[in-house]
């Protein structure tokens, strides 16, 4: 893709780029691009306010995002800034990002993917377990993957963005956005971890929002209240015909808490998804820009 101008996204993982890494990464996008641009994610507090670097070929963005920002709306804050044919987003180590990794990451553009995603060959196990979890209650063509990096085209993104004002989560986006795609793994580790809390947070919210979790979990805890309550009402039967003296009073409460706590788990599973279509509609996005500072090329 020599001819494509090219937008890198990277998002603050806590340790503060040094020069010599950005302006490597300056070069390695004006040898592999035709032009090119760089975003880099951070709030007020990451330090990046006095950052100064000079001697670059293409324009720096940084993107100050409100410290109370999710970081899902720091990145779409991120892509709205965005303006390349190409845009990258990386969250691996930024030296990692070499003119043969930037052609590797594009190579697919050249035969028609306007969404490539690449996974982490060293993703820890747990990560893989709950990711294949998920997919499981999800349909096999729209599987959620936890990506260290995403190529996206401009209109590919241009989607992304009109849907991040009814769905918050990237990577389910990402999932069900309608385009022609392609996911490849690579020996490149995530920049930094995420805190327990987030790894939390964003289970959550991928299980209650992504998939049928919602549908599924109640019916199936529906189905073995019903049948509790059903082996109860059996049972006081049972006794009443062999023994002709109707049972203790406990039986009947529950019998009544079985089914009726079946009849209101049945009806959260059958009513969750239009519940939360509904959510999604009524969703008013918020940026989460602060600020922007731009360095503009120097030569």
């Known amino acids: 893709m020599k001819q494509a101008y090219v937008s890198v996204i990277l998002p603050f993982s806590g340790k503060l780029p040094s020069t010599q890494e950005i ?12 032009n090119h641009e760089l975003i880099l994610i951070a709030t007020f507090d990451s330090g990046l306010s006095n950052f100064e670097i000079n001697d670059l070929t293409g ?23 965005a303006v390349g044919d190409f845009i990258i987003e990386w969250q691996g180590p930024i030296g990692d990002l070499t003119k043969d990794r930037i052609l590797e990451l594009l190579e697919p553009s050249n035969h028609g993917a306007e969404l490539i995603e690449f996974e982490s060959s060293f993703q820890p196990l747990s990560s893989r377990a709950f990711y294949s979890f998920a997919n499981s209650l999800r349909s096999s063509r729209i599987p959620v993957r936890k990506a260290v990096g995403r190529v996206f085209s401009r209109r590919v993104l241009g989607q992304l963005l009109l849907g991040s004002s009814f769905e918050p989560q990237i990577n389910v986006l990402c999932a069900e956005l309608p385009v022609q795609r392609s996911c490849k793994t690579i020996q490149v580790s995530f920049a930094a971890r995420q805190s327990f809390r987030e790894r939390i947070a964003e289970g959550m919210s991928l299980l ?27 049972y006081a039967l049972t006794l009443f015909l062999l023994n002709g003296k109707s049972p ?27 519940i939360d279509s509904l959510s999604k509609g009524l969703t008013r996005p918020r940026d989460a820009t602060a600020e922007v500072v731009v360095f503009p090329p120097t030569n």
């Open 208 to 234: 209650s929002k992504a998939s049928r979790f919602g549908t599924v979990v109640p019916l199936a805890l529906a189905t073995v209240s019903a049948i509790f309550g059903i082996f109860v009402a059996f």
């Open 248 to 274: 203790e009073g406990w039986t009947t409460l529950m019998i009544v808490t079985g089914l009726g706590q079946a009849s209101i788990l049945a009806l959260i599973g059958m009513t969750w998804s239009r």
């Open 23 to 34: 302006n490597a990464l300056d070069t390695a996008l004006r040898t592999s691009s035709r």
């Open 59 to 81: 324009p720096l963005s940084i993107v100050y995002t409100n410290t109370v920002s999710s970081q899902n709306s720091s990145r779409v804050a991120a892509f709205g800034r």
